[in-house]
């Protein structure tokens, strides 16, 4: 069975957007995964075909109504569906990359944009909706986020990357960044590749990846080491 991808969004015709081309747009194209996009307006029960209202105990923008996105989600999801359901959200919990690997394991994902100042936290209860962020920053809309986890998890289904092992040596795997890449010319403006690289001996290469892997984490991402 195929990864299947349910996203509920008032802008679904941002969808498969940037998913539509290169590795993901082919692997839609073939199968290997399935979008559903759903459009959480249609949902709604008044004559404009409102979808937010405002905040509770005053306060500015608005927020996206209860009753709507679970109606969305009832209408779009099965009960015993067990694929897991994600808003995304800045203040969710940051998506990483063993996260990653566990979402493309499982069936698919449920994914909910979110817009305006926010979702109901009554929904979110709910329904078990598991906030997701993808940074420390804020986004107009869920959507963008939506679709970098998405691509982040569709490379990593089987038989959309060409090398396995590319998914297997890249920065986060085994919490550590992933180290520098050299090709073709051997020199350029001065610079060349380092000697190791050309040596032929692979134990001694595998050996400088890995140096320079832990070299660039110390030095940009220490959280990644625990210090």
């Given at each position: 069975m195929s990864f299947k991808a349910t996203v509920l969004t008032?802008?679904?015709?941002?969808?498969?957007?940037?998913?539509?081309?290169?590795?993901?747009?082919?692997a839609l194209a073939r199968g290997d995964?399935?979008?559903?996009?759903?459009?959480?307006r249609d949902y709604a029960t008044d004559r404009h075909r409102s979808v937010d209202d405002t905040p509770a105990g005053g306060g500015a923008g608005m927020v996206m109504r209860a009753d709507i996105v679970a109606a969305a989600l009832d209408a779009s999801v099965e009960e015993d569906d067990p694929r897991p359901r994600l808003l995304m959200s800045p203040r969710g919990k940051p998506l990483t990359q063993a996260r990653v690997r566990d979402l493309a394991a499982g069936p698919g994902a449920v994914i909910v944009c979110g817009r305006f100042e926010g979702v109901d936290q009554r929904v979110i209860e709910g329904r078990n909706l598991e906030e997701v962020s993808i940074g420390d920053y804020v986004l107009s809309g869920g959507e963008l986020?939506?679709?970098?986890?998405?691509?982040?998890?569709?490379?990593?289904?089987?038989?959309?990357?060409?090398?396995a092992e590319s998914g297997e040596t890249e920065s986060f795997e085994g919490n550590l960044l992933e180290h520098p890449h050299y090709t073709r010319p051997a020199?350029?403006?001065?610079?060349?590749?380092?000697?190791?690289?050309?040596?032929?001996?692979?134990?001694?290469?595998?050996?400088?990846?890995?140096?320079?892997?832990?070299?660039?984490?110390?030095e940009r991402r220490?959280?990644?080491?625990?210090e």
């Amino acid at each position: 069975m195929s990864f299947k991808a349910t996203v509920l969004t008032l802008y679904p015709e941002m969808f498969p957007g940037t998913l539509g081309q290169a590795l993901a747009g082919k692997a839609l194209a073939r199968g290997d995964w399935a979008l559903d996009a759903v459009q959480i307006r249609d949902y709604a029960t008044d004559r404009h075909r409102s979808v937010d209202d405002t905040p509770a105990g005053g306060g500015a923008g608005m927020v996206m109504r209860a009753d709507i996105v679970a109606a969305a989600l009832d209408a779009s999801v099965e009960e015993d569906d067990p694929r897991p359901r994600l808003l995304m959200s800045p203040r969710g919990k940051p998506l990483t990359q063993a996260r990653v690997r566990d979402l493309a394991a499982g069936p698919g994902a449920v994914i909910v944009c979110g817009r305006f100042e926010g979702v109901d936290q009554r929904v979110i209860e709910g329904r078990n909706l598991e906030e997701v962020s993808i940074g420390d920053y804020v986004l107009s809309g869920g959507e963008l986020a939506a679709q970098v986890v998405l691509d982040a998890i569709i490379r990593l289904l089987p038989g959309v990357m060409g090398n396995a092992e590319s998914g297997e040596t890249e920065s986060f795997e085994g919490n550590l960044l992933e180290h520098p890449h050299y090709t073709r010319p051997a020199e350029w403006e001065g610079r060349t590749i380092p000697e190791v690289l050309t040596s032929g001996n692979h134990a001694k290469i595998d050996e400088w990846r890995r140096e320079q892997a832990e070299k660039l984490t110390k030095e940009r991402r220490p959280d990644l080491l625990g210090e």
